[in-house]
């Protein structure tokens, strides 16, 4: 078997290219954004100079080949662009699943295809299994560590092709093994910011990318003015600090409406809601459901999976009903559907 591993340069793709050691490897690093006037704010992103660097040589201690793939005009598209739009539409994104979906799990696909390789493998704490038949993603053993919520977007095809190494490891053992191999990264820490926006500021990002951010009202549900907001940019669904608005009790973001540039506050108990309808719904069986389906779903990465039922409608969106109220569901961010640890498909929330 010929497999191409994706390598961010972190020890987590490192020692699954070290586990693929029965197969003819090709180690592969994409370039995806160049920022290098961000380089010293990067020291918890992936995709720097630096992380080629250590993929490298990685790549070099184990007699492997390495490539660096120019895939930056396509990031550009898929990623940034939709990300900055997606703000400036009143939603909150989460461009680390777009990159799984067009950059690794699209875009890498066909490199690899173009190799003559016969899977990819990524450094993902998530597992695949074949079952009469049908391919299952789940999540990883570790459940501290488990992505499989960013994975959902998988097809059957993608699954039969994929290989994910690190399935029933924990970061610890991944660690010790990267030690023992003399791996350079093997204490570096995780990434986790945003590779293009290394600072954590969103909103000075999609300024600097797409222009003015305009200011408006902070409202209540009923339609009173509060005061002026910076720009809807600068806020998400939950959002208690940084309003620069005091008001003498504790006020959220309960929404935000781009057609009239407002932001909505109010209290708590506005943020809870027991349905959410979902698009672009990815069902990893390939076919979805023909009646309700009981499930758990979570509708954040880090949040606990919620008892529901998942009814399929005529057009393919999904509408989620919750047994009891969930705190903060975000259009913009996906919701993603368990059965025990059987991730069953996921989408994007739009409301």
């Known amino acids: 078997m010929k497999a191409l591993i994706a390598m961010s340069g972190g020890v987590d793709?490192?020692?699954?290219?070290?586990?693929?050691?029965?197969?003819?490897?090709?180690?592969?690093?994409?370039?995806?954004?160049?920022?290098?006037?961000?380089?010293?704010?990067?020291?918890?992103?992936?995709?720097?100079?630096?992380?080629?660097?250590?993929?490298?040589?990685?790549?070099?201690?184990?007699?492997?080949?390495?490539?660096?793939?120019?895939?930056?005009?396509?990031?550009?598209?898929?990623?940034?662009?939709?990300?900055?739009?997606?703000?400036?539409?009143?939603?909150?994104?989460?461009?680390?699943?777009?990159?799984?979906r067009y950059m690794k799990f699209d875009r890498l696909y066909d490199r690899a295809r173009e190799l003559q390789c016969d899977c990819i493998v990524t450094g993902h704490y998530a597992r695949i299994e074949e079952q009469d038949g049908k391919y299952l993603l789940k999540k990883a053993l570790d459940a501290t560590k488990d992505q499989s919520y960013v994975l959902y977007s998988l097809t059957q095809e993608q699954l039969s092709h994929t290989r994910f190494p690190l399935g029933e490891l924990t970061k610890d053992e991944v660690r010790r093994i990267a030690e023992e191999n003399g791996f350079v990264n093997a204490r570096k820490p995780d990434s986790q910011d945003i590779c293009f926006v290394p600072d954590g500021d969103y909103a000075s990002f999609i300024e600097r990318y797409s222009g003015e951010i305009t200011a408006g009202d902070f409202l209540t549900a009923g339609g009173e003015v509060l005061g002026r907001h910076k720009g809807i940019v600068h806020y998400t669904i939950g959002q208690r600090k940084h309003l620069g608005i005091s008001l003498g009790a504790p006020v959220y973001v309960v929404g935000i409406n781009a057609g009239d540039n407002t932001v909505i506050l109010g209290d708590e108990e506005q943020l809870f809601h027991t349905e959410a309808t979902v698009e672009d719904f990815n069902w990893i069986s390939g076919e979805a459901p023909a009646a309700p389906v009981r499930c758990k779903a979570k509708t954040r990465y880090r949040q606990q999976e919620q008892p529901a039922t998942a009814s399929v409608n005529a057009d393919g969106t999904v509408t989620l009903v919750f047994d009891e109220p969930v705190r903060a569901i975000t259009p913009g961010q996906a919701a993603v559907l368990y059965d025990g640890d059987v991730v069953l498909g996921g989408g994007v929330i739009v409301r």
Do not use: W
């Open 13 to 100: 793709s490192s020692v699954a290219a070290l586990l693929m050691k029965d197969c003819e490897r090709i180690g592969c690093t994409m370039r995806l954004f160049d920022g290098e006037e961000t380089e010293n704010k990067r020291e918890n992103t992936c995709c720097s100079l630096e992380d080629v660097e250590d993929a490298r040589a990685v790549c070099y201690r184990m007699g492997i080949p390495y490539y660096v793939f120019n895939f930056k005009d396509d990031f550009e598209e898929k990623i940034i662009k939709k990300f900055v739009s997606s703000y400036r539409r009143g939603l909150t994104p989460n461009p680390c699943i777009d990159c799984n």
